[in-house]
């Protein structure tokens, strides 16, 4: 396998140690960072807890089961224990009531945890602008991706999740 491209590789012993380590590429030696391994590491295998209010629970449902296999991504399981996930899907409408326990759930979440906001009612309360629904999730936890729709399709949520596996790839330094 030719190498074509080599990010991060400098000894600075010059030519003849740039060769060196080509060949070491070559026969297989993987050079990486701490940083860019743990981050690896932290895309390809994210837990998400289950969360599912309303119409959009069932569509998150149909993208863990068969047809679409969220299991290609590392995510096998929907966590039922908040203390076993890092990221929440809030899959639909929210109402003053469920904010505190919403909140609740993502506190008890370990760090580092992501957000994805699943449907138009938890991103901006959709079509019930009144006093029972949150107007926005992003007023009791921060969100880092958010998926359109109503309800959104499978391939939607999965394609957010696929962005959020992005921004987990590049984001900064890890505590």
């Not at 690896?40 to 994210?46: G, P, V």
């Not at 119409?55 to 590392?74: H, T």
């Not at 629904?133 to 921060?142: R, S």
């Not at 949520?157 to 590049?170: C, D, F, N, P, S």
Request: proline letters at 6%; charged letters at 25%.
């Amino acid at each position: 396998m030719p190498v074509e491209r080599l990010e991060g590789l400098h000894t600075g012993r010059g030519q003849a140690g740039q060769e060196d380590d080509e060949d070491e590429v070559r026969r297989g030696i993987l050079l990486t960072t701490m940083d860019k391994a743990v981050r690896w590491a932290r895309k390809q295998s994210m837990w998400p807890v289950t969360f599912g209010l309303a119409c959009c629970a069932i569509e998150m449902m149909a993208a863990g089961a068969g047809d679409y296999d969220l299991s290609r991504w590392g995510m096998e399981l929907f966590r039922a224990s908040p203390r076993q996930a890092d990221l929440m899907i809030v899959a639909g409408r929210v109402s003053q009531k469920m904010g505190p326990v919403l909140r609740t759930v993502y506190d008890q979440m370990p760090e580092p945890k992501w957000v994805i906001s699943m449907g138009v009612c938890a991103s901006a309360g959709g079509m019930f602008t009144n006093y029972a629904v949150v107007q926005g999730v992003d007023t009791i936890v921060p969100v880092d991706i958010y998926v359109p729709g109503c309800p959104p399709k499978p391939e939607m949520l999965m394609y957010g999740i696929l962005r959020l596996h992005e921004k987990v790839r590049t984001e900064g330094h890890f505590k």
